[in-house]
């Protein structure tokens, strides 16, 4: 027995032996597991399981078999779980009766902990790249987003997603949104959050952080879903903010296009649609196949009187400035469906949606006879500022195009510049 002890002392972290009964009859060391080996000395075995132990665990002790490689989980003396990888083997008296047990055991703790930690983090890479991959095969827009939520949704098992657009730290714009949130929700997120919010809502654990682009927060990204908010465990915590960080990328991205979108479609100076997107819009709206019955309307051009002195005398700027009057006029007196542009230098169209000529003079007939604004912007009184306007109704029989309404608009603009001229030099 005694070589038995000394070999067990060497070839194990730790060895003992139970009896008929499964108490613990010989333990090696002082202390084992924060307990005194007097403690351990006639205590039951199983008392010793923790919580997490399988089932099966307590036949460990009291085995009339051999046992090779198991694991089982006991409980130190402050509670805390120690994994073991143990082998036992069956004692029998001379008689061949059964005795008890004794076996051999390893603190394999440290293993199973860093098999779990490579396990999780294989998981979190896993997710990661899944959602990562969703961002790239997706493009920067409102619609993409909603897949890119969709795979977060599935990803992280919740309920649902909604990506909120801050400008200015101040605006909020909802972008898109996955699954239905509960408006109590939206409520509860209105305050401000430095960094990340938790908190739970009737059945719901509920979570909101703020998305950046080089460090400065450009959004919020918010999940909810079933459970307690202090279910959120750190690989959650770390998954959520990783997406919250693709999502900041992501509205950057959007925001990015968006601003090309505006360069390309609009006028720099005045922010109104340019000749070829007002075209474009002119002909979707106006001359579709499907909207041919149905839409009517008048085309304004409209040209400025004498702007060349405004720029020869007084500079750029002041010709800039008069430019942005008229298209702030012009964008006020616009309704929902109408059009505005700037064609190019100190030419501007509106498409009045839906009205006839008479409809139209009067709508415009405070800029074409706003005198503080002529007054303004005259230089020469031989030769004074003002507004010439060509007002065409649409006519289905001659305006086949856009590009036909647009020239009629245009010619009688001209003609009534070329009319003024001549009233002027008569004088």
């Known amino acids: 027995m005694s070589k038995y002890k000394d070999f067990t002392n060497l070839a194990a972290d730790f060895a003992w032996e139970t009896d008929l009964h ?18 351990l000395v006639g205590l039951e075995a199983t008392k010793l399981l923790h919580k997490s132990s399988s089932p099966g665990s307590k036949r460990y002790f009291t085995s009339k078999k051999p046992l090779a490689d198991a694991e089982l989980v006991i409980k130190q003396a402050t509670g805390a779980p120690v994994t073991l990888q143990i082998s036992t083997k069956p004692i029998f008296d001379k008689d061949g009766l059964w005795r008890g047990t ?34 790239r095969e997706t493009e920067a827009s409102k619609e993409g987003l909603e897949l890119v939520l969709e795979a977060i949704t599935l990803s992280l098992a919740i309920d649902g997603c909604q990506i909120i657009r801050l400008k200015e730290n101040i605006k909020r714009e909802v972008i898109s949104t996955f699954g239905v949130m509960p408006a109590p929700i939206s409520k509860k997120i209105d305050v401000g959050i430095n960094n990340r919010l938790i908190f739970d809502h009737r059945n719901l654990r509920c979570i909101a952080q703020v998305t950046k682009y080089h460090r400065e ?15 959120w465990n750190d ?22 296009r968006e601003r090309l979108e505006w360069l390309s479609t609009t006028d720099h100076l005045t922010g109104l649609l340019n000749r070829g997107t007002f075209e474009t819009y002119l002909t979707d709206r106006v001359f579709a196949k499907t909207s041919k019955k149905m839409t009517t309307g008048v085309l304004v051009f409209i040209d400025f009187d004498n702007f ?55 709508l415009l007939q405070p800029l074409l006879f706003n005198k503080n604004f002529i007054r303004e ?31 009629r608009a245009d010619v009688l603009m001209y003609q009534r510049k070329r009319n003024k001229k001549r009233r002027q030099a008569s004088k």
């Open 22 to 39: 499964g108490n613990i009859t010989y333990i090696t060391g002082k202390k084992r597991f924060g307990y005194q080996n007097s403690q």
């Open 235 to 256: 690989d959650d915590l770390f998954l959520f903010e990783r997406s919250a960080e693709l999502i900041g990328i992501e509205l950057e991205h959007l925001a990015n």
């Open 308 to 362: 060349k002195l405004i720029n020869d005398s007084q500079g750029h700027k002041v010709g800039d400035k008069a430019l942005i009057k008229l298209a702030n006029f012009l964008t006020t007196l616009a309704r929902p469906g109408d059009l505005v542009s700037r064609f190019g230098g100190d030419e501007f169209a509106i498409w009045l949606n839906d009205v006839d000529k008479s409809q139209a003079r009067k």
């Open 102 to 135: 004794r076996g051999i055991g390893k603190d394999v703790s440290l293993d199973r902990y860093r098999d779990v930690e490579l396990a999780a983090a294989q998981n979190r890479e896993r997710v990661i790249s899944f959602i990562t991959q969703s961002v």
């Open 217 to 231: 927060v450009n959004g919020l990204l918010v999940s909810w879903g079933k459970g307690a908010s202090g279910n």
């Open 377 to 407: 912007f005259s230089v020469d009184q031989r030769k004074p500022f003002g507004i010439s306007a060509g007002i065409v109704s649409l006519d289905r029989s001659r305006d086949e195009t856009s590009s036909d309404l647009i020239e």
